[in-house]
């Protein structure tokens, strides 16, 4: 009976795997897998990292992407204080209004804005930047198959152009990004950044540190989701088992 | 109209029923119910599936009350629900992830149904209704898709949509009016929206006639031979009540597994991207459960015939007791049947898997002898085997099958 | 041995029931407890979010407020009034007699520095907002606020003097977090 339970179960999930190449990325490249303190069943986040991660993203990417979802108060999810956070937040210029005379003006932002965007609108993005959007970045770990795995191999992935490869002008050689040709030029090298509690800002540091940032930003709450999954699961296994017991007494009775 | 005698139940609550008999129903219906004595674990998918109905309406209402659909705001809001509501992630991730485990639990309850001919007299009525629920789930899953407003919501919308203006004549005027205007945008979420609450509700009317029709005959069983005395049966509570709660646990815990540890596993990543209607994203993919019958779709190369033979793959159903018309009901005594079944569950998974893959070189041959075989099963071997498969001998009753397969068990 | 055991559904020693009952009392408990514990994270996702709770307080500077003027802040939805009293104002509030108020309070009871005055803009009538922020109202008979839906008049304290309210205009919770700058809520 569970038997043939079991093996549907197993038929399904090989039904799953079989439509996961779907989603995976189209490129025959392998991702550059590694070991994230935030994965497993049991995965947290390093906030250490998270918040150099924070830092490569105020100073290398947030020139033309943007966070629009983040919140200045999430920021407390990466270890800042509120005090922190309120000093961050008014370093950055809000726009508010319009007034009693009807004009909009700036005002220094607060911890309950949200993170505001490097241009007014996407018209204006593409214009400074060759055609292309460079795409918001909250939630792009989700929005890419691959993952964070995806996002640490693109920024490792910037190659020269083989000699028999057609370029596009304006175009960038990526080993990862589909179709190879990628508008944004390699943003990261060794030291760009200079990493506040003295960690060596490699390119590759740098790279996983800016990827565990932008998986959190994806999903913040998955501290969360997972301890709760864990204690979820716990109980309901227990109850399962103890549910087996009685289903087991009640049917005794029977021949 | 019935002269039923006056409940005995004591108290308060006698005093109820006997005005409004509701502890005599549940009595009658969900505890004392003469069930059969032998069914296996594939027949607890229905009643898993009623819990996961009530368990999509719930998260779904407590969604609504944050959800806001309109196309500039409707991303938005969705975010907001992920992060800023208390909860709202899990919310979110129990209704996604619920629509899923909807048609897994209904899949296998219809495989169900298949394998041991419950569509057959006197069920056709409780058959199609089934039918028509699937219908009603598969609008519903579509429409539903499309709220959050991402880029495959957006352009799943767009190609399943447009597919009604294969047909002649009135085609472009059905699809102007389904989109209220030239294209997928703010008029339709809004009635997706809409019409994505109200189905549900119009699922819980048609279940509901689907358990009276069940109760009219009482379940099939394993063996497809009918209750013959009492002593093929056992009443429904404790040991089926029992037995559901256990099924419930291992559905609670795979439900488990994937809201807290694989919540996007069965998504596409393209729906974190907001709808843009100016870029298609490479690869349009339906959500896993529609998979089989996009390949069916695909596999044809003519765009009407395509829409009508994806139709006929869902409609086909209805007529399947009629299509089937062999005396004996199961599987298990029909040695023929049980192969060319399992063939078709394989030949669902291809399909599945085909949808899946661009509709390119070898993929799309095997797509098209896959459908091929869809239909065939239906429409030619069926049939074929209700006249030309043997009957061979069916024990005497469902109390003589159970004793004899007790019998070869302990005397292995 | 299964055979024999068929018939008599009697035979259970009356341990084996008390075993049985314990076991699906237990069962039963703790699946209500899941159920409980379920319905109560699912039932918090109507309560305020985060966005909202992050609203719920607002900081207001005061030094660009002059003597007389008048400042208006929304919190929490509503109209907040923050006035910069007059020393006649001032005076005109402590010297009223507390006894014979519709709804008793001292001025000094009102405020935290009596230069400012903190109240709620919401008519404890029936909810209008009240005139008497802006250059031109009629602050009503007392100097205070004026409500016209029904013609309740409140003092430079913000108390009902005339008309058909109930209670004084309603104090937020408020703080000075530094010289000029008050956070309510």
């Known amino acids: 009976m569970l038997k043939k339970l079991l093996n549907l179960i197993t038929l399904i999930s090989i039904y799953l795997v079989w439509i996961f190449p779907a989603n995976s990325a189209d490129s025959d490249v392998e991702l550059i897998k590694q070991n994230w303190p935030f994965s497993g069943i049991f995965g947290r986040f390093d906030k250490a990292s998270l918040q150099r991660g924070f830092k490569v993203y105020r100073e290398v990417c947030a020139a033309c992407h943007g966070i629009r979802h983040i919140s200045y108060r999430d920021l407390k999810g990466i270890g800042y204080t509120k005090d922190e956070i309120k000093i961050i937040a008014s370093e950055y210029e809000v726009i508010d209004g319009p007034d009693d005379e009807g004009e909009m003006f700036f005002r220094e932002g607060k911890e309950s804005d949200k993170f505001v965007e490097p241009y007014e609108n996407a018209n204006l993005a593409r214009l400074a930047n060759n055609g292309a959007y460079p795409p918001d970045l909250s939630l792009i770990v989700k929005a890419r198959a691959g993952g964070v795995d995806y996002l640490y191999s693109l920024l490792n992935g910037y190659k020269e152009f083989p000699d028999d490869f057609e370029a596009s002008e304006g175009m960038y050689f990526n080993e990862f990004y589909p179709g190879n040709q990628i508008a944004m030029p390699s943003p990261i090298m060794d030291d760009i950044v200079e990493f506040d509690d003295g960690t060596e800002a490699t390119q590759s540091q740098i790279a996983r540190d800016i990827s565990s940032f932008l998986a959190w930003t994806a999903e913040p709450e998955l501290e969360e989701r997972k301890s709760l999954g864990v204690k979820t699961i716990f109980f309901l296994v227990l109850i399962t088992i103890m549910l087996l017991g009685v289903k087991r007494k009640v049917w005794k009775d029977l021949e | 109209m019935d002269n039923i005698e006056k409940s005995e139940i004591k108290g308060v609550l006698g005093w109820i029923d006997r005005r409004l008999p509701i502890f005599t129903f549940i009595n009658h219906n969900l505890r004392d119910y003469p069930t059969p004595k032998n069914l296996n674990y594939f027949w607890n998918f229905g009643s898993l599936a009623g819990i996961t109905l009530v368990i999509m309406i719930v998260t779904g209402i407590l969604l609504a009350m944050q959800y806001t659909a309109n196309t500039d705001l409707a991303f938005d809001s969705v975010e907001r629900i992920m992060r800023d509501v208390n909860n709202g992630w899990l919310l979110r991730y129990i209704h996604m992830n619920g629509a899923s485990m909807f048609f897994i639990i209904v899949y296998i309850h219809i495989f169900r149904g298949l394998y041991y001919g419950s569509y057959k007299s006197p069920r056709e009525i409780l058959w199609m209704l089934g039918v028509v629920i699937l219908l009603l789930m598969m609008a519903t899953a579509f429409m539903g898709y499309v709220l959050p407003w991402g880029q495959m919501s957006f352009w799943g919308a767009t190609v399943i949509t447009n597919l009604f203006s294969a047909f002649p004549v009135i085609g472009d005027y059905i699809v102007t009016f389904l989109w209220g205007g030239f294209s997928v945008d703010n008029p339709t979420l809004n009635r997706f929206f809409v019409l994505h609450y109200l189905l549900p509700f119009v699922i819980v009317g048609v279940v509901f006639l689907h358990l009276v029709a069940l109760h009219q005959f009482g379940s099939n069983n394993p063996t497809g031979i009918d209750v013959k005395s009492e002593g093929d049966t056992i009443p429904f509570h404790p040991y089926y009540t029992v037995k559901d709660y256990l099924g419930l646990g291992f559905f609670l815990i795979f439900y488990a597994i994937l809201v807290f540890f694989a919540p996007n596993f069965l998504g596409h990543p393209d729906n974190y991207i907001p709808a843009n209607p100016l870029q298609t994203p490479p690869h349009i993919v339906p959500e896993w459960y529609f998979l089989p019958f996009y390949a069916i779709l695909r596999a044809v190369p003519d765009k009407l015939m395509g829409v009508l033979l994806m139709f006929a793959a869902v409609s086909i159903l209805f007529f399947l007791p009629w299509l089937d018309r062999h005396k004996i009901r199961s599987a298990s005594f029909r040695p023929f049947y049980k192969q060319f079944f399992w063939l078709f569950f394989i030949d669902c998974i291809i399909l599945g898997w085909c949808g899946a893959m661009p509709a390119e070189g070898i993929y799309v041959l095997i797509a098209r002898i896959a459908s091929g075989y869809y239909f065939l099963f239906f429409l030619i071997i069926m049939p074929f085997l209700s006249k030309f498969e043997k009957i061979s001998n069916l024990p005497s009753s469902i109390s003589a099958a159970v004793l004899s397969e007790k019998f070869e068990k302990d005397s292995d | ?185």
């Open chain 3, 1 to 185: 041995m299964k055979k024999e055991e068929n018939i008599d559904e009697t035979t259970e020693s009356p341990i084996d029931g008390e075993k049985r009952d314990f076991l699906f009392f237990t069962t039963a408990g703790l699946a209500v407890a899941g159920g409980v514990a379920t319905a109560i994270s699912l039932i918090n996702t109507m309560n305020p979010a985060k966005d909202v709770l992050a609203l719920s307080t607002t900081e207001v500077d005061l030094s660009p407020l002059e003597e007389g003027q008048n400042l208006t802040v929304m919190w929490r939805g509503k109209p907040i009034f923050i006035r910069h009293r007059t020393k006649e104002e001032i005076n005109d509030a402590n010297i009223v007699d507390v006894e014979r108020l519709k709804h008793k309070a001292s001025d000094e009871s009102r405020v935290k520095n009596p230069k400012w005055l903190v109240v709620i803009g919401v008519c404890t009538h029936l909810g209008c907002v009240p005139l008497g922020q802006k250059i031109g109202d009629s602050k009503g008979d007392y100097g205070g606020w004026f409500c016209p839906c029904h013609g309740s008049h409140y003092d430079t304290s913000g108390r009902i003097r005339k008309g058909p309210a109930p209670l004084n205009l309603e104090i937020p919770p408020y703080k000075f977090v530094s010289d000029d700058i008050i956070k309510i809520g």
